[in-house]
């Protein structure tokens, strides 16, 4: 499973209306998108819990890689492209999706928590206590969902979590919900993703033993 998420961050005066329309005629081209968990229409507004800025943000979770790569190449993200330009776009290996007592009702808010493993940590143990983290943050009424990611390159984590109220204070950047597209939520798996797979070892390349392939 990947997170993916995108930043445009916009004027201080920029008109907030202006994404609110673009969203309420065009998000639900998302709704069923193939290979598409769910797509989170995110946007910070300044003087808004807490944010300074004016920003469009939406964040994915993508089933698979298919999926993915045909809406960033070739796709609807074409259209994000054509009207503000292209934006770096961030991405993450899902470790953990988790349901929230709220689960079958529809999210309004967001909130992220983003933190680095310290170099000396190690990161089975570090991922394996923010996972714990995670299903404890979404024991609290109004909790949706939630993933756990990370990017190995830079050993950034971040939990990403909906909710059907206001986003907890615990989450730093909290996002306002205009639209959710959820056409495979239901395919997203849940619960730990680092176990390695019960039939991996026995279908390894050169592993005749069902032991461990060489590295």
Known sequence: MHAMQYEITLPADYDMGVIRERVATRGHL??????????????????????????????????DEAGMNAFLFGGPFSGIVESFGRPAVQHWTVLGFEEGPAFGTPPVAAGKHVVRIPDETDPVVFLGE?????????????AHSGALAVDPRTWQVIRYSLWTGEAPESDEIRYQILHLSSPHLDQLRRGRQWDQPS?????????????????
């Not at 923010?130 to 024991?139: I, Q, S, Y």
């Not at 991996?200 to 592993?207: K, L």
């Open 199 to 215: 039939n991996a070892a026995n279908s390894a390349p050169g592993s005749a033993s069902g032991g461990p392939a060489g590295h």
């Open 130 to 142: 923010a996972l714990d983290e995670l299903r404890e943050h979404l024991r609290q009424d109004g």
């Open 30 to 63: 998302l709704d069923d998108f193939g290979g598409l968990g769910l797509k989170v229409y995110g946007i910070r507004e300044r003087g808004v819990d807490g944010s300074t800025l004016n920003q469009y943000s939406p964040f994915y979770l993508w089933h």
